[in-house]
């Protein structure tokens, strides 16, 4: 289902998508004419029914991460998918999703920390 949400990441003006064989395809006809088995179609209401809400951070998650940051001296030793999912456990919202924007995120946000 993962695929299939990501075509429609993709191609936000698809309604629906068509999967034989392991593959994705805008047509049923094109699906069809792989023949590599049964067509299967997707809608994107269907996907988006199946799609669990995103769950919020619990408040231990992000007190956790609040004494990270705290403790943290330099943030450009911590690996960038860590940073990425601390900002999201706090809620911070970079400018992009480039590490050096993330850095200085993290770098401002502690200085908010200090003023506390």
Excluded: C
Excluded at 34 to 50: I, L, R, W
Excluded at 92 to 104: R, S, Y
């Amino acid at each position: 289902m993962d695929k299939i949400r990501d075509f429609f990441k993709r191609y936000p003006n698809s309604v629906e998508v068509f999967e034989n064989g392991g593959k994705l395809f805008h047509t049923r006809g094109a699906a069809d004419s792989f023949g590599k088995g049964k067509t299967t179609g997707y809608t994107m209401d269907q996907v988006e029914k199946e799609t669990p809400p995103e769950k919020p951070a619990s408040e231990t998650t992000k007190e956790a991460v609040l004494l990270k940051i705290k403790d943290t001296v330099d943030f450009s030793a911590v690996p960038y998918e860590e940073l990425k999912l601390w900002a999201k456990a706090i809620g911070l919202k970079p400018a992009d999703n480039k590490k050096a924007t993330l850095l200085k995120a993290f770098v401002d946000f502690k200085e908010t920390l200090k003023d506390e």
